[in-house]
């Protein structure tokens, strides 16, 4: 009788433990299935955010392929008139869109001026300025062209500026859900100073917008009398050294002439002249000796008187 009542206890047993285990199962398939979902709507919004990251960067780069360069260029121009090409060169900055910027001049004896002026005109119109600077003057005693690309500099600035925007519309966020004092000082703090970095990329951004769209030339016009070897009005110690230098190699190469004309020239003509002169004076000479040697008739006595 035990032993049956042993039997039928186990039968029981496996019968509760094989219900049991499917129980089981269902109740963890049932668990996991909403973390899956979670997962996979979690991976589904990654996915989209990454595809919307590729397209904008995308758009980015198609918006930053055009290149910023800033054009600076420095001429030093003899001309007859200081004056006269100052106000030419105001009437083309006028016909191209630009302006003169800066102006500097210095006046010696005798109403002669030395002029510096700053140029400002539009960067695809600086090739055609720099062509007709050059034609308007005697001399281009100097010329120097500069370029800088700041294309990629401007693409940071940007990239910088939107991260600064986001910042800062998260920290407005933060501020409205701030509850207390303090909390609320501390993120405005920081709103503060993102907005002050907000300011200063966008102001160096339109200060690479203004150079590399406006090119800048710095004109020096100097006067022709004023580009001689001596000043004017003035001291020049290289302009004196380089006239003495000048005078002194002129009076060796005028010594050395006339000692080539005197050798080659005057020498053999005072030769002959003096060849000539001296057989004249012989000849006259032996002319005159032979009469101072002719016999001389010796005077008559005197008569006697009776």
């Known amino acids: 009788m035990k032993y049956k009542v042993m039997i039928l206890f186990v039968v029981i047993t496996l019968v509760f433990a094989?219900?049991?285990?499917?129980n089981r199962q269902v109740s963890t398939q049932s668990s996991s299935a909403p973390a899956m979902e979670a997962d996979s709507a979690y991976y589904d919004e990654a996915a989209s955010s990454k595809s919307a990251g590729g397209v904008s960067s995308a758009a980015w780069a198609g918006e930053t392929q055009a290149k910023m360069i800033v054009y600076t260029a420095e001429l030093s121009l003899v001309v007859k008139d200081s004056g006269v090409a100052q106000e030419d060169i105001t009437r083309m900055m006028a016909g191209v869109g630009g302006y003169v910027s800066n102006s500097s001049s210095h006046t010696y004896s005798g109403g002669l001026r030395r002029i510096t002026l700053t140029l400002r005109l539009p960067a695809e119109k600086f090739d055609d300025v720099m062509a007709d600077l050059?034609?308007?003057?005697?001399?281009v005693t100097q010329e120097t062209i500069?370029?800088?690309?700041?294309?990629?500099?401007?693409?940071?600035l940007e990239s910088r500026l939107r991260a600064l925007e986001a910042k800062a519309e998260r920290l407005e966020e933060l501020m409205e859900q701030a509850e207390d004092t303090?909390?609320?000082?501390?993120?405005?703090?920081?709103?503060?100073?993102?907005?002050i970095e907000i300011e200063q990329t966008k102001g160096r951004m339109q200060y690479l917008e203004r150079s590399a769209a406006m090119a800048t030339i710095t004109v020096s016009l100097t006067p022709d009398a004023l580009s001689q070897p001596i000043e004017i009005a003035g001291w020049r110690p290289g302009g004196v050294a380089k006239e003495s230098f000048q005078a002194l190699i002129k009076a060796f190469q005028w010594l050395i002439n006339a000692l080539i004309r005197?050798?080659?020239?005057?020498?053999?003509v005072m030769l002959f002249v003096g060849g000539v002169f001296y057989l004249i004076i012989k000849f006259l000479g032996l002319i005159f000796g032979r009469?101072?040697?002719?016999?001389?008739?010796?005077?008559?006595?005197?008569?006697?008187?009776?």
């Not at 303090?182 to 907005?195: D, I, K, R």
């Not at 009469?291 to 009776?306: F, L, N, V």
């Open 18 to 22: 094989g219900c049991a285990t499917p």
């Open 182 to 195: 303090e909390a609320v000082l501390a993120v405005y703090e920081q709103l503060s100073q993102t907005q």
């Open 134 to 139: 050059r034609d308007m003057a005697m001399e």
């Open 262 to 268: 005197i050798v080659i020239l005057v020498l053999p």
């Open 291 to 306: 009469r101072k040697r002719a016999p001389k008739t010796p005077p008559a006595p005197p008569a006697e008187s009776a």
């Open 146 to 156: 500069g370029t800088q690309d700041v294309t990629q500099e401007y693409v940071d």
